[in-house]
């Protein structure tokens, strides 16, 4: 029982820790958006789109990530954490050591990069 009380506290701070981070980005956001100007400044219009875009993709990653956590949480409360969602088998305890939020053991986690489409890159 005490291991999983520590596992609930560093995925608890991990929780917190990410929820500051997407507070930071947000408040590091400009405030103050203008009209584009038809007479120029361009290149800054588009370094600002560029910035905006590699925010939101970020703040992306960092919400996910508080849903694992929650994810995690929850089967904590329930009794069934540890297991895979989708074969229900134990998850190594290694890679609940490296990643406390896991839900998926390293054999349906790899099918699902394996049919997850892939992205081109820029």
């Known amino acids: 029982m005490a291991e999983q009380a520590e596992i609930r506290e560093t995925l608890l701070k991990e ?4 929820e500051q981070e997407v ?4 408040l ?3 405030q103050d958006r203008r009209e584009g100007s038809p007479f120029g400044k361009r290149e800054e219009e588009a370094t600002e ?19 694992d956590i929650e994810r ?3 089967k ?12 229900n088998e134990l998850i190594s305890p290694e890679r609940l050591e490296a990643l406390p939020m896991a839900h998926l053991c390293l054999r349906c986690k790899a099918a699902q990069d394996k049919s997850a489409p892939t992205r081109m890159r820029r």
């Open 49 to 67: 789109a560029a910035d905006m875009e590699k925010r939101l993709a970020l703040e992306g990653k960092l919400s996910a990530l508080i849903r």
């Open 76 to 87: 904590l409360n329930k009794g069934s954490y540890g297991r895979c969602d989708v074969c």
């Open 15 to 18: 929780k917190q820790r990410l």
């Open 23 to 26: 507070s930071e980005l947000r």
């Open 28 to 30: 590091s956001a400009p």
């Open 72 to 74: 995690a949480i929850e």
